[in-house]
């Protein structure tokens, strides 16, 4: 008997058929980055890097990358921020204190 023949070199090809067709549908599948990074205003990612906040005596953080945003939290100077993407030019940063995530404006690092 051949060995092309034999069931177990069936089984074989038939399970690498099989396998190769649902990886395949799984990529086809795969639903598309939206945005860059974490929000959708954001426009350049930044892979979690960690910022101290230097501005002052605090820096605000906003729901959205706009002065006139609602303020979401108060952050004081020393504390690190994780930040995830910049918008508007990397004038603001999507970032994120303790539990609360939320827009910062650049002068808060720099």
Not at 72 to 78: E, H, W
Not at 83 to 104: E, L, N, P
Request: proline fraction near 3%; glycine fraction near 8%; include cysteine.
């Amino acid at each position: 008997m051949r060995f092309s023949s034999l069931p177990f070199r069936r089984a074989v090809s038939g399970l690498t058929a099989a396998t190769a067709l649902a990886l395949g549908a799984t990529l086809v599948a795969a639903p598309s980055a939206s945005a860059v990074g974490e929000h959708s205003s954001c426009t350049k990612n930044i892979r979690n890097k960690t910022l101290q906040v230097v501005q002052w005596d605090h820096a605000d953080m906003y729901a959205k990358p706009s002065f006139s945003s609602t303020v979401k939290k108060s952050v004081f100077a020393g504390s690190n921020v994780t930040v995830y993407c910049t918008a508007k030019g990397g004038d603001w940063y999507y970032s994120k204190h303790g539990s609360t995530k939320g827009w910062m404006e650049y002068h808060a690092f720099f």
